[in-house]
């Protein structure tokens, strides 16, 4: 029957593992929210009624609070790899405290986000709030500086060992024309896809999620003078790659 054919698909197997994730469910929520930041903005920007604007308005807003309730707990585990990460003796230094750097960052942020939840769900105010949230934004900002660096010097090291390699034997022609397709943009957006996000793939998808992230607290910080449309717009791709990452990683 068709309605079994339905039900036992492996697609719909996948999308129950998927979503059986806080990850998963939080990469949708976040793409949800983002795109209605930017809706919320096109529609304000092209004279729509507010009665129209008020929905999108809402979304980005509950959304944000239900990923802020999701997230209570997770600091834990960034302290967690940010130890693991000083304990590991075989990690390239620079990419050492790069990922201490952002695991650290990542957990201040966590912190005093969880702070602030109860004043932004209306359970307690709390008079420093906004100067908690304010810290909060600067430490996750912190956190994307480092992994970014991380990524620009992972890129590099590939360039490195490709100007390293021996091309005078058929090994290292192969290995030579492996490294220059990865550096290609038809690669990162097919090749590094297909082939399960080879190593210079993955980096550039992250360094790309990573500075779309950024302009999130720099305009909260006032770093940058970003309207809701561009940073609507660049929220919704990071999420869409976090959502992708996800989802390949619950096959």
């Not at 979503?19 to 004279?47: C, M, P």
């Not at 405290?97 to 960052?105: D, S």
């Not at 590939?158 to 990865?182: A, H, P, W």
């Not at 809701?228 to 660049?234: E, Q, R, T, W």
């Amino acid at each position: 029957m068709v309605a079994d054919a339905l039900v036992y698909h492996p697609t719909v197997a996948h999308y129950l593992r998927f979503v059986a994730t806080t990850v998963g469910r939080d990469k949708l929520l976040r793409t949800l929210q983002y795109f209605s930041r930017f809706y919320a903005w096109y529609l304000f920007r092209t004279n729509n009624p507010a009665r129209d604007i008020a929905p999108f308005e809402a979304i980005k807003k509950q959304f944000g609070l239900t990923r802020k309730a999701l997230r209570l707990g997770k600091n834990v585990e960034h302290f967690k790899a940010a130890a693991a990460a000083a304990d590991n003796k075989s990690l390239d230094p620079v990419l050492k405290y790069c990922q201490i750097g952002r695991q650290l960052g990542y957990a201040t942020y966590l912190s005093l986000d969880a702070i602030t939840y109860l004043d932004s769900a209306g359970i307690r105010p709390l008079a420093s709030a906004k100067r908690l949230q304010k810290e909060a934004y600067r430490a996750w900002f912190t956190g994307l500086i480092f992994n970014a660096t991380a990524g620009l010097y992972t890129l590099w090291q590939l360039r490195q060992k490709e100007q390293n390699i021996d091309k005078s034997n058929g090994e290292g022609v192969v290995e030579s024309k492996k490294i220059r397709r990865q550096e290609s943009p038809w690669y990162l957006l097919y090749g590094g896809l297909i082939e399960n996000y080879r190593e210079r793939a993955t980096t550039n998808l992250q360094l790309i999620s990573d500075l779309c992230d950024l302009t999130i607290p720099s305009t909260a910080l006032a770093y940058t003078n970003l309207d809701d449309g561009i940073v609507g717009l660049a929220g919704t791709v990071s999420s869409l790659i976090g959502v992708w990452g996800t989802w390949k990683k619950t096959a």
